[in-house]
Structures are given as C-alpha cells and as structure tokens.
C-alpha cells in the first residue's frame, strides 16, 4: 500500500481573532505576566461581586457543590483568589492575566483581566526595586494598546465608584 497525505480542502491556519488573541497573550507574557487559567464555576454572591449594572445569572441544575453552583459574571474573583493562594504561599511578587468568557443567560463574552501584586522589577545586583503603583500599570496597558495599534483611548475615573474597588484609585479605560 502506498504512502500518500489525505487531500484536504483547506489549509489549516489560525482565524484573525485566534492570531490577535495569541498576540495579546504574548504582549502580556513579554512584560512578565503569567497567564492563569481558573474556574469559570463559583458561588451567586461572588459572581455578581463586581456588576455595575443587573446581570441575568447562569445557574446549574445538578452542581457539584453550593460553592460552585452558577458562571461567572467576572474574572476578577478568581484572579484576587489566585493572588491570596499565593501571597499565603510567601508568592508576594504576583503578576497574573487571564483571558477567558463570563456568562449570562443572553450571552457569552470573552474578557481580558489582569491583577499585579508586590514588586515587579526586582534585581539585587542591579539596585532594581519597582513597586507595583497606578503609574506602572497604566505604562504596562500603555504599551500593550500601542502594541496592538489602538491609539484612541483615555484613562478616566469613573463618575460613580465601581463596586468592591477603591473608590480613590480605580480608573476606566476608553
């Protein structure tokens, strides 16, 4: 029998959005963030911990466990839940991005978050020690957007305080 590669009527390829969201991962990854991926799975209070506005909410018919009985509204939770695993660990230098979907019973949609925790650029050897603050993470998203050609856009601090963030310093990005 004679070796030959199945025909097939297409090339394979990444679509454009796949080759975007590969590229927005690699921005963060270069910049020394690590990717985590967490449960979409979590408990009523804390999926709509974050919401501005009033979200439908995906619950389970059969869960598991109460603590894992709806999807998640936000990333947020998860991300903060993976920072305490590690600051519990002596991890004090955390820098974590997830890209990943919420969910309503309208829809789903994919979100990008990101949480930095501690120093991010520390040397010994060369006096570096750079605290994680505002003015660092606005660089780093800075970049990022300069990186994937977006020029249009402003940090603002929002008109009305975001539930369970800072009121003082927390910003918008538009």
């Not at 709806?70 to 820098?95: F, G, Q, W």
Request: a positive charge.
């Amino acid at each position: 029998i004679p070796v030959s590669l199945p025909a097939t009527p297409t090339q394979g390829g990444l679509t454009r959005y796949q080759k975007f969201k590969r590229h927005l991962r690699n921005a963060f990854i270069t910049l020394g963030f690590y990717e985590t991926n967490t449960y979409a799975l979590t408990n009523r209070s804390i999926a709509t911990k974050y919401d501005q506005e009033e979200k439908s909410v995906v619950e389970i018919i059969n869960p598991l466990s109460k603590d894992r009985s709806v999807l998640r509204h936000s990333l947020i939770p998860a991300l903060t839940e993976a920072l305490s695993y590690n600051v519990s660990r002596k991890a004090k230098d955390v820098h974590f991005f997830e890209i990943a979907r919420n969910y309503t019973i309208e829809k789903e949609t994919e979100l990008l978050a990101g949480l930095m925790h501690g120093r991010y650029n520390f040397s010994l050897w060369q006096g570096k020690n750079d605290e994680v603050d505002f003015f660092l993470l606005k660089g780093i998203l800075e970049s990022i957007l300069i990186d994937l050609k977006v020029l249009n856009y402003s940090f603002v601090k929002p008109v009305e305080n975001i539930p369970n963030l800072h009121p003082g310093i927390s910003a918008l990005i538009k």
